[in-house]
């Protein structure tokens, strides 16, 4: 199998992974396999379910944040995470995601976002807490369960916030 990508020096944010051709969106950059799983969620964790959290083997950890992101990702047959184009990267470019796409909540990352996108957020936050027009943007290159967490939260705000229906 031919490399797609590739680790390099980024400038100030460590080790990135970055593109060996061009991608167009839809494309899978990186095929993710799960390493680990069940296991108590960490700064290198990838949320996997509701309420689950495991390891990605490989080249998975060295993807960096971006507030900003050229890739996102796709649950494989596997329950891995797979990164995939989300628009046209360049040879060259590196590929960078938003870990919001993946958990639902951050708590590993007290340092402020490095990204250095013009949108940036300032710091990494999970997906509960972007805002709706950005949940929207990323649909249909978030984990599944993000957005089932989303429903179901809101089905409980409803339902405490609903009159109570009793009959006389």
């Not at 992101?69 to 797979?82: A, L, Q, S, V």
């Not at 978030?142 to 409803?158: C, G, S």
Request: glycine content about 8%.
């Amino acid at each position: 199998m031919t490399s797609t990508v590739e680790t390099r020096a980024t400038d100030g944010r460590g080790d990135g992974i970055f593109a060996l051709g061009p991608f167009e969106a839809g494309d899978t950059l990186y095929v993710g396999v799960l390493d680990e799983i069940r296991i108590k969620n960490h700064s290198h964790a990838s949320q996997i379910g509701k309420t689950s959290f495991g390891f990605h083997s490989g080249l998975s950890s060295i993807f960096n944040h971006s507030c900003d992101p050229n890739c996102g990702i796709r649950i494989n047959e596997t329950g891995g995470h797979d990164i995939v184009a989300i628009r046209h990267i360049s040879a060259g470019d590196e590929a960078v995601y938003d870990y919001a796409m993946r958990n639902y909540q951050i708590q590993h990352f007290p340092c402020p976002c490095s990204c250095g996108a013009a949108n940036c957020r300032n710091s990494i936050t999970g997906w509960k807490d972007l805002p709706q027009n950005r949940k929207d943007a990323y649909a249909s290159f978030v984990a599944p369960y993000l957005i089932e967490i989303d429903i179901e939260q809101a089905a409980a705000i409803r339902l405490a916030h609903a009159p109570d229906r009793h009959i006389s």
